[in-house]
Structures are given as C-alpha cells and as structure tokens.
C-alpha cells in the first residue's frame, strides 16, 4: 500500500464518520463535507491504485 492509497482510505472514514455525525446532528453542511471528502478519498485511493500497477508494471518489464 503506498501513500496515496492509505491516504485515500483515511480520507473515506473520515468522510463517513463526518456524514453520520451530519445526519445525528441534523447538520447538512457537515454531513455534505462528509460526502466530499469521502469522495476525495476514493480518488486518491484510486491514484493509488494505479500509481501501484505502473510500478509492478515496470519493476516486471525491467526485469525481462
């Protein structure tokens, strides 16, 4: 796991921890920063995710 992923990941429970608070709260605009930031975070996890196939895509080639 690099350091976008486990980013990513931070930034999706705290998007969820922030949306239920939001929604026990009554508080939309809390609950809609939980939304953003959970989307946030599944974007970065996703740059991760690629970041890590290029990688072992090009450790595999160099080595042929």
């Known amino acids: 796991m690099n350091d976008k992923q486990s980013k990513g990941a ?3 429970v705290k998007g969820e921890a922030k949306k239920q608070f939001g929604k026990l709260t009554d508080n939309e605009s809390m609950e809609a920063e939980g939304r953003l930031d959970k ?3 599944k974007l970065k996890e996703t740059a991760g995710d690629m970041q890590e196939d290029v990688s072992r895509a090009f450790n595999d080639s160099s080595r042929d």
């Open 10 to 12: 931070f930034d999706q």
């Open 39 to 41: 989307g946030k975070g």
